[in-house]
């Protein structure tokens, strides 16, 4: 049985070594748990729970560009490092024998999952960052419960490495020049990876983004567009559009009408859950001013429905904190112009802190909750 990967001192580098495994592993570690936490926190945001619903703010403004700008980041920094760690640690994957004990193959087993997982969980989000979906399961609920289910895999894994991890944190042999050089190539590769891709949401380092999947300066009027007026089937609005908002005293507004309002700017970011974020400057009528005026309470949701006949962003929920915030729009104006149709023309809804796909284009009807 013990032939080729199976047989005794068949793996030579001193590199598949615990040593190199946890520094490794520190690092892999730490990008991981940047990326648990700022995608929970998207999961939250963008479907809050209703015992959160009324306590979540609307500030910073930036908050959700910075949260999901990490997400990316660190999601894709992770798969060089796991890449990293994968190679270190997989001569283990022939040991001899295969299991030594029932707690030693249920631990085997443990790893398995979690490597699976993890492996899922880092392809399906870096597929979504092209929005390529070559799978038949929603992305979203996959990709949140393959977080849960590989850091909850980590965490065990860690549990049972402890003592390892614990006898290796600091270098106990002498340095090893083959280690540092590898763990230098590792840091070059992560480096590569981050710089090339992150200029798509942080600003400085625009000039370097090759491999990102949006340049945030491309598009109509200098924004990107996820789903087009032609995709959604709204590039022609109605002639006769007007704004319907519903509550204690339902009324409809022309755009002759909400041009006549008090105009507000506003410079938001569209903070798309893909990775991209892109600034510009709105301007239109403040959502809490139509609020207002259709005899909403302070505490009242809102309900936003778009013209488009369908699509999962046709119908979204703001709460009151976002409602009510004075930089919260119903955009009719992106950098000095009428909106493209592309970016929601007639009317988008722009709010602060917000994922991208609550920022909802082409409004039909409001609604008071
Ligand atoms: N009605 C509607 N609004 C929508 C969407 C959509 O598909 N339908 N896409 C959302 C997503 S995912 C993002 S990131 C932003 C993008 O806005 P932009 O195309 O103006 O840049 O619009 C949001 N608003
Ligand atoms: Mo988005």
Redesign the pocket.
Known sequence: MRRGPLREGAFTSKLHDPRTAVVVGRRLGTALLVCFATGLLSHLLQEPPTWLRDHLTSRPVQGYRVTQGLHVISGIAAIPLLGAKLWTVYPKLFEWPPARSVAHALERLGIAVLVAAMLLELFTGLLNTVQWYPWPFPFRQTHFWLGWLATGGLLLHLAAKAPLVAAHWRRTGPALAQRRAFLAGVTASVAVVTLTTAGQTVPWLRALTLFAPRRPDI?PQG?????TAAQ?GTTTAPADWSLRVDGPRPYELTMSRLLAMPQYEADLP?A???GWS?SARWAGVRVRDLLDLAGAPEDARLRVT?L?AD????VTDMPAAYARDPLTLLALRVNGEVLDP???YPA?IIAPDRP???????VARMEIL
């Open positions: 598009g924004l990107p567009v996820n789903r959604a569209i798309c859950v893909e892109a778009s488009e699509g999962p962003y046709r592309d970016h929601g988008r991208g796909v609550l920022q909802t284009k082409w």
